[in-house]
Structures are given as structure tokens and as C-alpha cells.
């Protein structure tokens, strides 16, 4: 009894202490509340990407909402997967393997008015191929395409703040601009600053 009330109370601490240092889950983005409800509109993009994005959005506390309710609408018209040899070894075989997808969007506000012009997405990794171990290294594919198209969803999120943030300090007398794709590369891509 005792035990497990020390279990408990130890557990319910160390919540509290990361919650207390500003450790957050992996992929949460800090975003306005102008962006809260969106409404998300997809096409060709298969129902895993579709899922994965809808959870991407949910995480980061996005109701998705009909069109008539949104403040913006991300709208997808296509996800492509790529997958191809990245390198072969002394026997002609391959040794690594990149797996890519690309998802073509635009973002609009609910006037219409374009936020994030349309354009693509990019998210890629590359891994190691074992020809001795073909089942384990498609099961690690499979797992590393769900990680991507959970990247994808986020790179969407970042490139969406990113473009609110551009838009929110453009001053009043000019009107706001669309942001284009290139501009959205270098600001969303993991690991750059902001």
C-alpha cells in the first residue's frame, strides 16, 4: 500500500516538474488563436496522410471546423511519395535507400484571400538497406514513411505560423502579402530557428 502510494506521488511529481520546465511533446508548435479553427480540405492525398495531418492539427489544439466556421482553410491537393536508391555498393546492390514525400497545399483565409501561396512541401530521410534482412528493413520503411507524413503535417503548422507571423508585421497602411513557398523553405525546415 504504502509502496504504491510512493509510486504515485512519484510519478505525479516528475509530471509536474516537466510540465514546470517547459518540456512539451514532440511536434507541439506554439500557435495564435487566429489560427484555432481551420478547415481542411483534401484531395488525392490517401487516408493516412489525410489522418495523419487531422492528428497533427488536434495535437496542436486546431479544431477542425466546416468552411462557413474557419478562420483559414489549408487546403491539399496532393501528397507524392519518392522513393529511390541513394547509394550502391561494391557489388552493384543497393546500401541506402531515400524516401520523400512532397504535398502540394495553399493556405486562404476565410475571404479567400491567399495566406501561403500554392506550392509543395518537402520532407525526406534516408536509411540504411540490408539485402540480408529484407522484412525487418521494409517494416523499418514503413514506420519511417508514417514519420515523414507526420513531419509533413508539421512542416504545414510551421509554414503557416511562419506566414501569420509575416502577415501580423506587415504594417496597416500596405496591404498583407501572400507568402511565397520559397520563403516558407528555409523558415520551416526542421531544426531552423525562429
Known sequence: MVKSILVRATAITALLLLSACGWHLRGKIDLPEAMRQVHLQTENIGAEQERDIQLAFKLNKISLVTADEANYIVRIFSVDKERRVNSLG?????DSIALSLT????????????????????VARSYNFDRDNVAAKAQEEQTIERELR???????????RFAL????????????????????????????TE
Open 165 to 192: 507571423r509575416n502577415q501580423s508585421q506587415t504594417p496597416a497602411t500596405t496591404p498583407s502579402e501572400t507568402v511565397p513557398q520559397e520563403s516558407l523553405d528555409e523558415q520551416t525546415a526542421p531544426g531552423a
Open 150 to 160: 507526420q513531419e509533413l503535417a508539421q512542416q504545414i503548422l510551421r509554414s503557416f
Open 90 to 94: 561494391t557489388d552493384g546492390v543497393a
Open 103 to 122: 504535398a502540394d497545399f495553399d493556405i486562404t483565409d476565410s475571404q479567400g484571400v491567399e495566406v501561403i501561396e500554392r506550392g509543395p512541401s518537402r
